[in-house]
C-alpha cells in the first residue's frame, strides 16, 4: 500500500498521539503548520536587580501554514488580510481563542525544477484586534 502526502496512515495496536493535520487549508495543499504562544513581560526587580515579580500581557499566536500550490483556486489572499483558519489552534492562552482576528503577516511562495510549487503563509492572532 502506498501512502501518499495526504492520506492518513494505518495504524496498529495502541496509538495515544494525535496523527496527521485535522483539516485541509482553502487554496493550497497543507503540509505542515505551526503555532507559536507568544506574550510581551515586565519585571519588577529589587535594588541588586533580582526580579521579584511579573507582568504578563498582550498574548498573540503566531502561526505558519506550509503546503503545497494546487494547480486551480490556489491561494489568493493578500497581506494584513483576515484569515479563516480552517484547524483552530490548541486555546494555551491566559484568555481565550475568542474573538479577535487572524490576520496574514506574510505570504512566501517557492518554485524550483525538481519539486511542485510551494507556499508558506505566516499568520497572527490577537484576542484583542477586533477586525482587519
Not at 494546487?70 to 475568542?98: K, N, Q, R, W, Y
Amino acid at each position: 500500500m502506498t501512502c501518499g502526502p495526504f492520506q492518513m496512515a494505518t495504524s496498529f495496536g495502541t496509538t495515544n498521539g494525535v496523527f496527521g493535520i485535522a483539516a485541509q487549508q482553502t487554496g493550497f495543499l497543507l503540509d505542515s503548520t505551526t503555532d507559536d504562544y507568544t506574550q510581551q513581560s515586565k519585571y519588577v526587580r529589587n535594588i541588586t536587580g533580582d526580579r521579584t515579580g511579573s507582568s504578563d500581557y498582550d498574548e498573540a499566536i503566531e502561526g505558519t501554514l506550509d503546503g503545497f500550490l494546487p494547480s486551480s483556486s490556489a491561494f489568493s489572499g493578500t497581506l494584513s488580510s483576515a484569515l479563516s483558519l480552517a484547524t483552530t489552534p490548541a486555546d494555551h492562552l491566559i484568555g481565550s481563542v475568542t474573538g479577535g482576528v487572524t490576520r496574514v503577516m506574510g505570504v512566501t511562495r517557492s518554485s524550483t525544477s525538481e519539486d511542485y510549487r510551494r507556499i508558506s503563509v505566516k499568520w497572527e492572532y490577537s484576542p484583542t484586534i477586533l477586525s482587519a
